[in-house]
């Protein structure tokens, strides 16, 4: 892939916004991991720290150890003794009082953790910092985004800077895990969810849409699907080499955006409340990608569920939800857990909840009900996702990553209170359909095969 069409220049673009990505390259190949030292060396870093936890350093962190050796590169490691590590207070923490006052070059060794903290530390010290990937998981690592857990609650932190550099190497690739291969792909699936919800909010909300952006997500998802196809699952260093290209891409599109807003919707949504609720009962396995792509199976069924809807007599005549304020903060709270009160904060600053804004967007899908049952005739076929999915042993299905009947239908009809944003879900609730789509989805989805 020629990068250059993407980094280090101005992009004038017909949506009336100015793109920008200041990352300075990004190498995905073959021994990629020999760039390294060259890319240290251009700007005469002179104290580097390396980040890494247990299981990334016995992955990646040899041959970046023999590369700086071998350029005399002097350096600091921390290395996080975590198995499973996960970016909250506590490593933020952790990071900010081991890095040295004189780094001037933070290099991460892994994929979404370490490069979400590494991102909002580097940031927040005033250093540069470079990634060495570990596995295709993720399509973070070229975004300037940085979602962490802050007080029990997912939360993302927008425009916190990019890698300078972006490594990575199909030799270390290729032997990660395949659970972290097929997270990539599930994340990069999602991507057919939250481009239609990004046009929805277009429409019914007037929000920002780029279609150059679009397309930018659109080409990664194209090619993590012939990936998928053809050699995923053989652990192809080629097709390895493709998914990782796509996950940097779509994290491009992300910076040209300032937000996730291209990269994260519905399905994202539902997986945010999914991981919570996982933390929260102390497990960390199930990857977020993961968790996304089986978000992307639920949105389609509720995507559906909205053609019928749509497709239905006078919209006029479905009733507007009401609204209350006391009973909605107590289910939060019940719901939430301790992340309760950040998600009442969110309602009480935007109130895309009460009545008179219902009302609005209601309006704006009656008089726009043709172009947005337009936008869900494109999105992919539920079988033909889920044979792909299958194809690379992708968990497609709530039930093969430990989420019951009851967290399915509960992050249908909340899991969008986590954002201020404009989707699937709150169509939905706004035509006062949200339960009715819980309770038919959580049946059909459960029972696929």
């Known amino acids: 892939m020629d990068w250059n069409k993407y980094l280090n220049r101005t992009i004038n673009c017909a949506c009336g916004h100015t793109h920008e990505c200041d990352i300075r390259h990004i190498d995905i190949g073959k021994n990629a991991i020999t760039k390294l030292t060259g890319y240290v060396k251009e700007k005469s870093y002179a104290h580097i720290c390396i980040i890494a936890d247990v299981n990334t350093e016995k992955i990646a962190g040899k041959k970046v150890y023999a590369a700086l050796d071998n350029a005399d590169l ?13 970016p909250d207070e506590t490593a933020i923490g952790r990071i900010m009082t081991q890095v040295s006052d004189d780094c001037d070059l933070i290099i991460g060794i892994g994929s979404g953790t370490i490069n979400d903290l590494c991102r909002f530390c580097s940031h927040k010290m005033g250093k540069d910092y470079f990634i060495v990937a570990t596995a295709p998981s993720m399509d973070g690592y070229a975004s300037d985004v940085a979602p962490l857990i802050v007080n029990n609650l997912k939360t993302t932190y927008e425009k916190v800077g990019r890698p300078k550099v972006i ?19 599930g994340d990069i699936f999602g991507k057919y969810i939250c481009l239609t919800d990004w046009q929805l909010s277009h429409i019914v909300n007037d929000e920002y849409y780029c279609p150059f952006i679009a397309e930018i997500m659109n080409e990664a998802v194209t090619a993590v699907a012939k990936a998928a196809d053809s050699g995923i699952a053989q652990r192809d260093a080629d097709a390895m080499g493709s998914v990782m290209e796509a996950l940097v891409l779509a994290g491009v599109g992300m910076s040209y955006s300032g937000n996730s807003r291209p990269a994260s919707g519905s399905e994202h949504h539902m997986s945010h409340y999914w991981e919570m609720k996982f933390l929260q009962r102390g497990e960390h396995g199930i990857l977020h990608g993961t968790k996304v792509g089986v978000g992307t ?11 019928e809807i749509l497709s239905s007599g006078s919209l006029k005549d479905f009733p507007v939800p009401e609204f ?8 939060m709270s019940e719901i939430y857990g301790p992340a309760g009160n950040g998600v009442i904060l969110l309602e009480e600053k935007f109130g895309k909840n009460n009545c008179a804004n219902i009302k609005k967007r209601r309006e704006k899908v009656i008089e726009n009900k043709e172009k947005i049952q337009e936008l869900i005739k494109k999105l992919p076929s539920i079988t033909e996702t889920i044979q792909r999915m299958k194809k690379i042993e992708e968990p497609y299905r709530p039930d093969q990553i430990g ?16 954002r201020n944003r404009y989707g699937l879900l709150q169509l939905l609730y706004d035509f006062g359909q949200l339960e009715k789509a819980a309770e038919a989805v959580s049946g059909q989805v459960m029972k696929l095969n």
């Open 167 to 185: 490594i990575g190497d199909t030799d270390i690739l290729k032997d990660a895990p395949l659970r972290m291969i097929t997270a990539g792909a």
């Open 324 to 331: 209350d304020k006391a009973a909605w903060a107590e289910k």
């Open 297 to 307: 199976i639920v949105a389609l069924h509720l995507y559906r569920y909205a053609a």
């Open 74 to 86: 002097e350096y600091d490691k921390f290395i996080f003794d975590d198995k499973d590590l996960v």
């Open 403 to 418: 989420i019951t009947d009851d967290m399915l239908k509960i992050a249908i009809l909340y899991a969008k209170e986590l």
